[in-house]
């Protein structure tokens, strides 16, 4: 039985929930998770979800919203925190039109450290979730160390996703042992090649699991979500397998 604590990001297995939520969470339950990070809740609810959650015997660790939202509406991101239970939130995009320069990515920074600083008062951590555009260079820095920065460890940490910091050519365990104890979720998800850059399950590409591993543990991650984007395969069968690797380890 493995030691590290993993979840499954819903998103993977979406087209099983907009069909039907209750069925998908049971076969989520039964492929593997008893842990899971929410993304979106397909019709429902919060409150209905998480009933569906509980019916499924799964636990939220982790919801994504919107910055908008966390920016804008503050309260209405600790009323869905609290509907599931949750200490963790996390965004996984910003406008572009709002990041279109280093002044922007700053500004965004701020904004999050603010709107983190009022999360962490009713003691929730929020996220940034990381695609490759973040580290596409202006100048001589990536756009999500400018973000970073501008905001405060306290009120902003990085949900480093692996796979699309392996697309922008760089190495995810650098990048979580230079975030260190930032980085309390980290989205494991794996590229079965560098020539497709396709998404595959866990343990079946090129991502080095046991250097990003201990990388994550050193930096304290307190969880590993898995994702996979986009499936071959059928995407439940696709989380078994990743559910099957993360157990092992």
Known sequence: MGKLHYALQLY??????????????????????????????????????????????????????????????????????????????AIGGIDPKLTSDKAGWQACGQALDAGGARLRESRIILNYHNHSHEFN????????????????????????????????????????????DRCPLVHVKDMLDIKSRAFTEMGNGIIDWREVFKAATAAGTKWFIVEQDVCVQDSMVSAAISAQFMARH
Request: glycine share 10%; proline share 4%; no cysteine.
């Open 12 to 89: 993977t297995v979406r087209d099983y929930l907009e069909k039907d939520v209750a069925a998908g969470l049971q076969k989520v339950r039964d492929a593997g998770y008893s842990h899971v990070e929410v993304a979106g809740t397909y019709g429902l609810t919060e409150g209905e979800f998480k009933k569906q959650l509980d019916n499924a015997q799964l636990k939220p660790i982790s919801v994504h919203v919107g910055y908008d939202d966390v920016v804008g509406d503050t309260p209405k991101v600790i009323e869905i925190a609290n509907t599931f239970g949750v200490k963790y939130v």
């Open 137 to 180: 260079r202006l100048g001589e820095e990536y756009p999500f160390d400018i973000l970073m920065a501008a905001a405060r460890p306290e009120n902003l940490a990085a949900q480093i996703d692996t796979f699309w910091v392996r697309y922008a050519g760089l190495n995810p365990a650098g990048l979580i042992a230079r975030y260190g």
